[in-house]
């Protein structure tokens, strides 16, 4: 069982940043996020594997960035150029493998909320 649990969410004006923390109980080759906004799928909004290879959805290319500390099992996510559509609830997952199945484990999520 991995515990995953997220943090810095919050509310900020269009064209404002974020940054994401996510801290994982153990190591996982497959660290990412997701959101999910209301009445919308949940969507992979970046992930990053073992061999260090970030992936982004095409909707966040440029503006957000993924790191990973894989000294204290954390995970990050710097938000850019944040948009009004960029608002949902933002969960961090985790997968033993790579990034390519399904995630396995999830935290509660934090919630961001882009205001115009």
Known sequence: QVRLVESGG????AG??????CVASSYTACLGWFRQAPGKERERVATWD??????????????????RD????ALFLQMNSLKQEDTAMYYCAARWGDC???MEYWGKGT???IST
């Open 10 to 13: 919050g509310s900020v004006q």
């Open 16 to 21: 404002g940043s974020l940054r994401l923390s």
């Open 50 to 67: 073992s061999a260090g290879i970030p992936y982004y959805a095409d909707s966040v290319k440029g503006r957000f960035t993924i790191s």
């Open 70 to 73: 894989y000294a204290k099992n």
């Open 100 to 102: 390519l199945g399904a």
């Open 111 to 113: 919630q961001v909320t």
